[in-house]
């Protein structure tokens, strides 16, 4: 079922947590939300599940008006947080809990509540742990019952407000898998909400990035990541290294040096020129470097070599990240001085529009 | 179990001394001796010195008998009552946000404040013959002040904030998370409220209708004020205790207030089983599956 909002406005007294919103998520897709601390993303996620109302817009889904529709009505999955699992009934009362306080009419049987609530604790392997409480489970384990609560009631839209953020690392990486084979076999449109944005480019179908209550860019993660729109999505996505320069003519100058720039007819102007770690070569040669730097710091642990540089003309740090073999051919050391080129660069005129 | 042994050997760091240890926990004991030792048992004491009998006479006096009666009618409606206006009041404050919630609260509990004398007079002033309300209620015929409504409202406003006060942060600690859980799931409003609220603030609602039946069947100032006093009509045990001193009747005097001190003790005996079995539930809640097959395997 697909979702589209239209022109969403929430404020909470003075603070504005969401301005001028207009998105539209496709039937089936599985969307990301990502952002700051105080973006207004569970903000957004909230008012499409219906447990906040907007100031002013629309929330339609399949084309249908649902802003005034009650959050029970909605038929809509939502995983929060912290599980909010029910703790006084067991694992198998808390996901069967959506299907027994349905209407009479429309109530299962109890052998077909039965038979469904097994089906999904199968679905997520936990079975086994049906007449366990809450408080016996594993975060990981409360999080999966917590999905299969929301999937018993066959929601047209599943909302997970950063399913994952209060577990650890490994478990975390394991239920981000879990999650994609899990939207892949159900094909449910589903919105999460995150601030990592690792999980965010994996997992998702398509990213939404916001700030400061506003959509700075929607689109696929690699779009998303290759193409930034603006310098705070560059920023946000990745490490990025940050250089002050011109445009003019088709190029853009960073002191001594100068970069082509695809779009030939963009306007002159100062620039940000941000350029991110893997895409800085690293070299002893002089000539045409964008600048030169004595490397300070040496991270070798793992699959990518982190080097950080002090600049020769200023105090900033300049981040850089290496292959093993590009590290180990170039013999690196702690006190070198190098020459710094990048490979790809985003440039942003210091009026915001990407080039 | 081999885990606990050395535990108790070592003292931490962040121990008291033993000598302080023993000062304060004997200075305690010499207070809790004196203070409510000595007192709950010379009640029993003053009340038995005459022999058996005589206490259950006491007991059995026409008057005692009404008296006793007309205190659990009062508790029987007050307590409820409370617990309904409690739950509600608990429910708004901890879950919403309105204008005036800072009053409700502070309303909540002024009769914690208030003396219970004065909490009488209110009544009186209000029903009373010569009260704002009086000539209304004297054309209907309704009698308030020095009858049983008015010893009822007199104690439904004493004992309105213990349920409250006992929900408000209990609520408020465990969050609107689950109820917001239940509506996405479809659950009514009442569905909610019944199945996921009731079954979490059961131990604390239990506490607070304790604590709100001890003080309405044992309250004073304010049920003398508004009872008038009348023999075998309008006095509640305490009430009589009173009565029964003022005509040195010490055994009957005492053979009620061993009643009361009775009272107290299934009070505290009710509550001390609450809170254990509201602990209860939180250490079984705590240990993971796992680990208690660990442990049940270890052994």
């Given at each position: 079922?697909?979702?589209?909002?239209?022109?969403?406005?929430?404020?909470?007294?003075?603070?504005?947590?969401?301005?001028?919103?207009?998105?539209?998520?496709?039937?089936?897709?599985?969307?990301?939300?990502?952002?700051?601390?105080?973006?207004?993303?569970?903000?957004?996620?909230?008012?499409?599940?219906?447990l906040?109302?907007?100031?002013?817009?629309?929330?339609?889904?399949?084309?249908?008006?649902?802003?005034?529709?009650?959050v029970s009505?909605?038929?809509?999955?939502?995983?929060?947080?912290?599980?909010a699992?029910f703790?006084h009934?067991?694992?198998?009362?808390?996901?069967?809990?959506?299907?027994?306080?349905?209407?009479?009419?429309?109530?299962?049987?109890?052998?077909?509540?039965?038979?469904?609530?097994?089906?999904?604790?199968?679905?997520?392997?936990?079975?086994?742990?049906?007449?366990?409480?809450?408080?016996?489970?594993?975060?990981?384990?409360?999080?999966?019952?917590?999905?299969?609560?929301?999937?018993?009631?066959?929601?047209?839209?599943?909302?997970?407000?950063?399913?994952?953020?209060?577990?650890?690392?490994?478990?975390?990486?394991?239920?981000?898998?879990?999650?994609?084979?899990?939207?892949?076999?159900?094909?449910?449109?589903?919105?999460?909400?995150?601030?990592?944005?690792?999980?965010?480019?994996?997992?998702?179908?398509?990213?939404?990035?916001?700030?400061?209550?506003?959509?700075?860019?929607?689109?696929?993660?690699?779009?998303?990541?290759?193409?930034?729109?603006?310098?705070?999505?560059?920023?946000?996505?990745?490490?990025?290294?940050?250089?002050?320069?011109?445009?003019?003519?088709?190029?853009?100058?960073?002191?001594?040096?100068?970069?082509?720039?695809?779009?030939?007819?963009?306007?002159?102007?100062?620039?940000?020129?941000?350029?991110?770690?893997?895409?800085?070569?690293?070299?002893?040669?002089?000539?045409?470097?964008?600048?030169?730097?004595?490397?300070?710091?040496?991270?070798?642990?793992?699959?990518?070599?982190?080097?950080?540089?002090?600049?020769?003309?200023?105090?900033?740090?300049?981040?850089?990240?290496?292959?093993?073999?590009?590290?180990?051919?170039?013999?690196?050391?702690?006190?070198?001085?190098?020459?710094?080129?990048?490979?790809?660069?985003?440039?942003?005129?210091?009026?915001?529009?990407?080039? | 179990?081999?885990?606990?042994?050395?535990?108790?050997?070592?003292?931490?760091?962040?121990?008291?001394?033993?000598?302080?240890?023993?000062?304060?926990?004997?200075?305690?004991?010499?207070?809790?001796?004196?203070?409510?030792?000595?007192?709950?048992?010379?009640?029993?004491?003053?009340?038995?010195?005459?022999?058996?009998?005589?206490?259950?006479?006491?007991?059995?006096?026409?008057?005692?008998?009404?008296?006793?009666?007309?205190?659990?009618?009062?508790?029987?409606?007050?307590?409820p009552l409370n617990l309904v206006f409690g739950v509600a009041a608990a429910w708004a404050i901890a879950r919403f946000e309105f204008r005036g919630k800072a009053l409700l609260t502070t309303l909540i509990d002024?009769?914690?404040?208030?003396?219970?004398?004065?909490?009488?007079?209110?009544?009186?002033?209000?029903?009373?013959?010569?009260?704002?309300?009086?000539?209304?209620?004297?054309?209907?015929?309704?009698?308030?002040?020095?009858?049983?409504?008015?010893?009822?409202?007199?104690?439904?406003?004493?004992?309105f904030p213990f349920v409250a006060r006992e929900l408000i942060p209990l609520m408020q600690a465990q969050g609107a998370d689950e109820e917001q859980a239940a509506l996405?799931?479809?659950a009514s409003g009442w569905q909610t409220f019944w199945r996921v609220t009731l079954p979490n603030i059961k131990w604390g609602l239990l506490y607070g209708v304790?604590?709100c039946?001890?003080?309405?069947?044992?309250?004073?100032?304010?049920?003398?004020?508004?009872?008038?006093?009348?023999?075998?009509?309008?006095?509640?045990?305490?009430?009589?205790?009173?009565?029964?001193?003022?005509?040195?009747?010490?055994?009957?005097?005492?053979?009620?207030?061993?009643?009361?001190?009775?009272?107290?003790?299934?009070?505290?005996?009710?509550?001390?089983?609450?809170?254990?079995?509201?602990?209860?539930?939180?250490?079984?809640?705590?240990?993971?599956?796992?680990?208690?097959?660990?442990?049940?395997?270890?052994?």
């Open positions: 079922m697909s979702i589209d909002i239209r022109n969403v406005r929430k404020t909470f007294g003075d603070f504005i947590a969401l301005e001028n919103i207009n998105l539209d998520i496709a039937s089936g897709e599985l969307l990301a939300l990502l952002g700051p601390s105080g973006c207004g993303k569970t903000t957004l996620l909230r008012i499409i599940a219906g906040e109302t907007p100031d002013s817009g629309q929330i339609l889904f399949h084309g249908e008006d649902a802003t005034d529709r009650h009505e909605r038929q809509v999955g939502f995983v929060f947080q912290h599980y699992l703790r009934m067991t694992v198998f009362d808390n996901v069967a809990f959506g299907l027994s306080v349905r209407p009479r009419r429309s109530r299962p049987s109890k052998e077909e509540i039965r038979e469904r609530v097994m089906k999904l604790l199968k679905l997520v392997q936990l079975d086994w742990l049906a007449d366990a409480y809450p408080a016996q489970l594993s975060g990981g384990q409360r999080q999966r019952i917590a999905l299969a609560r929301s999937l018993a009631v066959e929601p047209r839209v599943l909302l997970l407000d950063e399913p994952f953020g209060a577990l650890d690392a490994k478990v975390r990486k394991d239920l981000r898998r879990w999650l994609r084979r899990l939207h892949d076999e159900m094909h449910i449109t589903s919105v999460f909400v995150t601030h990592d944005q690792e999980e965010a480019l994996e997992v998702s179908d398509r990213v939404v990035v916001m700030n400061h209550g506003r959509i700075e860019q929607a689109g696929r993660p690699d779009e998303i990541y290759e193409t930034p729109a603006t310098p705070f999505v560059t920023q946000f996505l990745g490490d990025v290294n940050l250089f002050h320069g011109r445009v003019d003519a088709g190029q853009v100058a960073i002191g001594d040096y100068a970069h082509p720039i695809a779009d030939a007819s963009a306007t002159d102007g100062a620039a940000k020129v941000y350029v991110r770690p893997h895409d800085i070569e690293l070299s002893r040669e002089p000539g045409a470097a964008l600048a030169s730097g004595t490397i300070e710091h040496i991270h070798a642990v793992g699959p990518i070599v982190r080097v950080e540089l002090k600049r020769d003309d200023s105090d900033a740090y300049i981040d850089a990240a290496l292959t093993k073999e590009q590290y180990q051919s170039l013999r690196l050391m702690l006190g070198d001085q190098v020459y710094i080129r990048p490979r790809k660069v985003a440039v942003f005129v210091d009026e915001g529009a990407h080039i | 179990m081999a885990l606990a042994t050395n535990q108790t050997e070592r003292t931490a760091a962040t121990t008291e001394s033993v000598v302080v240890r023993y000062v304060l926990t004997g200075f305690a004991l010499v207070f809790l001796t004196l203070f409510l030792f000595v007192p709950l048992v010379s009640v029993f004491w003053e009340a038995l010195a005459k022999g058996w009998d005589l206490y259950l006479a006491a007991l059995t006096d026409p008057e005692a008998v009404n008296a006793i009666k007309l205190t659990l009618i009062t508790a029987l409606i007050a307590v002024l009769p914690f404040s208030i003396s219970p004398v004065v909490a009488g007079l209110i009544y009186v002033l209000l029903f009373g013959a010569q009260g704002w309300l009086g000539p209304w209620l004297a054309e209907h015929d309704i009698k308030i002040i020095f009858a049983i409504p008015g010893i009822v409202l007199a104690t439904v406003f004493v004992t996405v799931l479809g304790i604590l039946n001890a003080r309405a069947m044992g309250e004073f100032g304010a049920v003398s004020v508004v009872s008038g006093h009348i023999r075998g009509q309008t006095n509640t045990v305490p009430l009589h205790v009173e009565i029964l001193y003022n005509e040195y009747n010490f055994i009957g005097a005492f053979a009620c207030a061993s009643l009361l001190a009775g009272l107290a003790l299934v009070t505290l005996a009710l509550k001390t089983f609450v809170e254990w079995r509201a602990t209860q539930q939180h250490k079984g809640d705590a240990v993971p599956l796992e680990a208690r097959a660990r442990l049940a395997s270890a052994h």
